[in-house]
């Protein structure tokens, strides 16, 4: 049977989310793992080894149809020769720059007319903007990790170079929107979505955005597919925003399914993981209409609870509509280790998050009844 088989680099739980839909399409998947208890790995088949070495990835990539990425650490050389060796690969590593350094990400955006905040690459001395502002790690950084509100230079001085310094934006709500195209150029995007942060982490997500303008969730619309366009995009994206009132201004990209488009699972006709398989295989890509009027999704998070399946009973009973997503990864404070989710028409939205916020709290062991 002549059904292809998806290489997916890395193995965590966007890997691990791809494996649903791809069995209802009778697509394989094989991903390339950093261990044998990575969350993917543990459910389907993969090869343990580092991602780094290009020979071991091209020996992965010659058993695939193509290879796509879940996650940005796979160095551009090890791309490019995979590339040289007639591997096909989503993104390309000319695309996938602008989701592993944000210094090219922000002089692409500045190329194509998009809203930039200030910012400039710093390497020593005086910098051009004026205190306090973000400096950001070029490459790796993540959930808060990698960016610094700094006051002073002595604070700047003492991290390590180069850098990406932006101007300190005074952002009403931070945004975000999950695009897809395909190599035949189709190109289908979802509906904004909120993120709420705590200390860099998104502890939830609400979408539709409330209160969002028409005028504002189309501009937002129109950004992400100049974006797609503009950087040859095959797959998923996720764009993230500040709003500024009426004013939208790009943050950062994620070339791959990203945990502000999980809400897509039960939440629209196509989730992210299914649109991203479509993408890199040039099929034609779902529907992405919302199934519900709202959906609120809630980042579980590493801490004291140990039992988390010892506690589903509870919550189950008390919403039949919540829906549980675990990714078997080690328990590490703050680290993100599931997330539920609930849809609903006709309710009152401040209603779904607080079903959602208390059964996040009570997975996490912040609260015991």
């Known amino acids: 049977m002549n059904f292809p088989t998806v290489g997916v680099v890395g193995a965590g739980q966007l890997a691990r989310m791809m494996l649903g839909p791809a069995t209802n399409l009778g697509i394989n998947v094989q ?8 969350s993917a790995a543990q459910v389907t088949d993969s090869i343990v080894g580092d991602y780094t070495d290009e020979l071991a990835l091209l020996d992965f990539a010659r058993s695939c149809d193509v290879v796509t990425f879940e996650h940005e650490l796979v160095p551009q050389n090890v791309i490019r020769f995979l590339e040289k060796h007639g591997v096909k690969i989503f993104p390309s590593a000319e695309t996938f720059i602008y989701s592993q350094d944000k210094i090219a990400m922000r002089e692409k955006m500045k190329q194509l007319g998009l809203p930039n905040p200030r910012y400039q690459r710093y390497d020593s001395g005086v910098p051009n903007l004026s205190f306090p502002f973000i400096a950001k790690a070029p490459q790796g950084g993540y959930d808060g990790k990698g960016v610094w509100v700094i006051e002073n230079q002595g604070q700047l001085d003492a991290l390590p170079k180069p850098l990406l310094l932006e101007e300190k934006v005074d952002f009403s709500h931070e945004i975000s929107i999950m695009v897809a195209r395909s190599p035949s150029g189709e190109i289908k995007t979802w509906s904004p979505t909120l993120t709420v942060q705590r200390d860099g982490i998104c502890i939830r997500t609400v979408t539709p955005v409330p209160e969002l303008p028409r005028e504002l969730e ?6 992400s597919i100049t974006i797609a366009e503009g950087i040859a995009l095959i797959g998923v994206m996720a764009v993230e925003l500040f709003q500024i009132g009426n004013l939208i201004m790009v943050n950062e990209l994620a070339l791959r399914p990203h945990n502000s488009g999980h809400w897509t699972i039960e939440g629209a006709v196509t989730s992210q993981f299914e649109q991203h398989l479509r993408a890199v295989l040039d099929l034609p890509l779902g529907d992405t209409t919302s199934t519900a009027d709202w959906a609120v999704m809630g980042n579980i998070l590493g801490g004291n609870q140990t039992d988390m399946f010892g506690h589903y009973g509870l919550l189950m009973a008390r919403n039949p509509n919540l829906k549980f997503h675990h990714y078997r990864k080690e328990m590490r ?3 993100k280790i599931g997330h539920v989710l ?3 028409n006709d309710c009152e939205l401040a209603g779904l998050e607080r079903e959602v916020e208390y059964a996040v709290d009570y997975l996490s062991g912040v609260i015991n009844e």
Do not use: Y
Request: proline content about 0%; cysteine-free; overall charge negative.
């Open 31 to 38: 991903v390339f793992a950093s261990s044998d208890d990575d």
């Open 218 to 223: 189309l501009q937002i619309r129109n950004l």
């Open 333 to 335: 404070e703050g680290r």
């Open 342 to 344: 609930l849809i609903g």
